[in-house]
Each structure stands twice: as structure tokens, then as C-alpha cells.
């Protein structure tokens, strides 16, 4: 059975940092995509970013480009999202998703983050 667990969601000021990371089990870690997907109060899912197998090559959406960074661990099936110069609009629950062939097919339970003053 796939289980995605995320942790490292806080309460943080405008500018501060997270790192959201994801326990992946139950599937071959190693030849998956990961996405991290987000849902903001009241708002649609949106597709934060993505990590290819290969564990170099990444994608992530232009609201957060320049500021998050995804990356992957095969050997201890992990993933991660590091979150840098966060702005009030960054407040989401965010989830690890696993990808197979662009179908989210297994979702984590969220990790909520709020970004406030």
C-alpha cells in the first residue's frame, strides 16, 4: 500500500523559511515523479513542483519559482520542498503527490503552512 507522510509545516513571518519534507513507502520510490500540490483556503489545487526520478532534473510553477527548490532522496525515499522568502499567499495545506504519468495518483494527509505576521 503507497503512504506519502509530509511533516514541517509551520506558522511563519512574511520572508521566513520552511522545509516540507515527504516519507514515501509502499511503491518504488526510485522511478517515480513527485509533486508537491497545494490548496490555499477556499482555493483550487495548484501544482507547486515537481522532481523526476533522475533526481537532478525539477519544474516548478511560476508563482514560486526563484524562491522554492524540490529535491529527492531514492536511497531513503524522501522528498523534499524547500521554501524560501515566503509571502502570505504561500498559506496552503501542501501535499506530496505521486506521479505516474502526470495522474496525481497517491496523495500524503497535508502539512498545513501559514505565512502571517
Known amino acids: 500500500e503507497v503512504h506519502l507522510v509530509e511533516s514541517g509545516g509551520d506558522l511563519v513571518q512574511p520572508g521566513g523559511s520552511l522545509r516540507l519534507s515527504c516519507a514515501a513507502s509502499?511503491?518504488?520510490?526510485?522511478?517515480?515523479?513527485m509533486d508537491w500540490v497545494r490548496q490555499a483556503p477556499g482555493k483550487g489545487f495548484e501544482w507547486v513542483c515537481r522532481?523526476?526520478?533522475?533526481?537532478?532534473?525539477?519544474q516548478c510553477a511560476d508563482s514560486v519559482k526563484g524562491r522554492f527548490t524540490v529535491s529527492r532522496d531514492n536511497d531513503n525515499r524522501m522528498a523534499y520542498l524547500q521554501m524560501n522568502t515566503l509571502k502570505p499567499e504561500d498559506t496552503a495545506k501542501y501535499y506530496c503527490?505521486?506521479?505516474?504519468?502526470?495522474?496525481?495518483?497517491?496523495w500524503g494527509q497535508g502539512t498545513q503552512v501559514t505565512v502571517s505576521s
Open positions: 509502499g511503491f518504488t520510490f526510485s522511478t517515480n515523479y
Open positions: 503527490v505521486r506521479d505516474v504519468l502526470a495522474d496525481f495518483a497517491n
Open positions: 522532481t523526476w526520478p533522475d533526481t537532478i532534473t525539477t
